[in-house]
């Protein structure tokens, strides 16, 4: 799935060096979807959907090196946004659910784990309409129960 190309830049004067730009194709699938780089850009998360090759169908995360290419579980499936440069936040799409419930992937380590319980901490997002704070320590979302704006802080 990844490959490698690279161009050099313009040519150094005097006093200057090369200046090498390396791209690195991440993914090769017909359906490609929201792309989502890292703050810090060390890692990119993607979905493929409704491809042709069934295999590729899923959340993945890469590193933008190459160097990883992991699809995450399968429950996984959902929005997603960046907490920080190495976690990622899911909300797996559940289609008959009352509530919604949030995940984290720590793509440094390939874990994923349950951030809120539905039962505990009942919430439910409106149309995708959420963010991460910029310190990643809450997100705000429009709730599909009352339509007011919620804050929910993070563990």
């Known amino acids: 799935m990844?490959?490698?190309d690279s161009d050099w830049g313009r040519s150094a004067g005097a006093g200057?060096?090369?200046?090498?730009?390396v791209s690195v194709r991440h993914a090769r699938a017909d359906r490609v979807r929201d792309v989502r780089l890292a703050p810090g850009g060390e890692w990119l998360a993607y979905t493929v959907s409704l491809s042709a090759?069934?295999?590729?169908?899923?959340?993945?995360?890469?590193?933008?090196?190459?160097s990883v290419?992991?699809?995450?579980?399968?429950?996984l499936f959902g929005a997603y946004q960046w907490r920080d440069g190495n976690r990622l936040l899911?909300?797996?799409?559940?289609?008959?659910a009352a509530n919604h419930q949030l995940w984290e992937h720590n793509a440094a380590s390939g874990a994923s784990y349950a951030l809120?319980?539905?039962?505990?901490?009942?919430?439910k997002i409106a149309n995708n309409d959420w963010r991460?704070?910029?310190n990643g320590q809450a997100i705000t979302f429009v709730s599909?129960?009352?339509?007011?704006?919620?804050?929910?802080t993070l563990p």
């Open 144 to 152: 599909t129960h009352d339509r007011n704006l919620w804050l929910l």
């Open 69 to 75: 290419n992991r699809k995450l579980d399968r429950a």
């Open 2 to 4: 990844s490959g490698y």
């Open 116 to 123: 809120t319980e539905p039962s505990a901490t009942p919430f």
């Open 90 to 96: 899911i909300i797996p799409f559940s289609l008959n």
């Open 16 to 21: 200057q060096s090369h200046t090498r730009t």
């Open 132 to 134: 991460v704070a910029p």
């Open 53 to 66: 090759n069934g295999a590729l169908n899923g959340l993945w995360v890469v590193r933008t090196d190459g």
